[in-house]
């Protein structure tokens, strides 16, 4: 069964970045499409971005666009999600998720395997 941990979440500047790692094991991260995710309080969970399981297709909502960039190492069974000029409304807890290939960038609901989530806080 596929274990997923997120790290890198933390207290920026707005305009900051951050780097967020989401670590898999117990079994090939190469075998599942990767989703991250984020909920703020009293807000829905929402996707903020995505990627095929070969990395080759990747999608950003539209509040993050230009700003976020998501990417994959197999070969490390680690996705990343490279966080740029962060706004106070990113701050919420950010969880990375998986689905079966050659499923990927499915709704929330959809998905098979959840890590804990990593809290971004963005405030001065």
């Known amino acids: 069964q596929l274990q997923l941990v997120e790290s890198g979440g933390g207290l920026v500047q707005p305009g900051g970045s951050l780097s967020l790692s989401c670590a898999a094991s117990?079994?090939?991260?190469?075998?599942?499409?990767i989703g991250w995710f984020r909920q703020a309080p009293g807000k829905e969970r929402e996707r903020v971005s995505c990627?095929?399981?070969?990395?080759?297709?990747?999608k950003y909502a539209e509040s993050v666009k230009g700003r976020f960039t998501i990417s994959r190492d197999n070969a490390k069974n680690t996705v990343y999600l490279q966080m740029n000029s962060l706004k106070p409304e990113d701050t919420a807890v950010y969880y990375c998720?998986?689905?079966?290939?050659?499923?990927?960038?499915?709704?929330?609901?959809?998905?098979?395997?959840w890590g804990e989530g990593t809290l971004v806080t963005v405030s001065s």
């Open positions: 117990g079994d090939t991260l190469g075998s599942y499409g």
């Open positions: 990627i095929s399981s070969s990395g080759g297709d990747t």
């Open positions: 998720a998986a689905e079966r290939a050659p499923f990927y960038c499915s709704p929330s609901t959809r998905m098979n395997y």
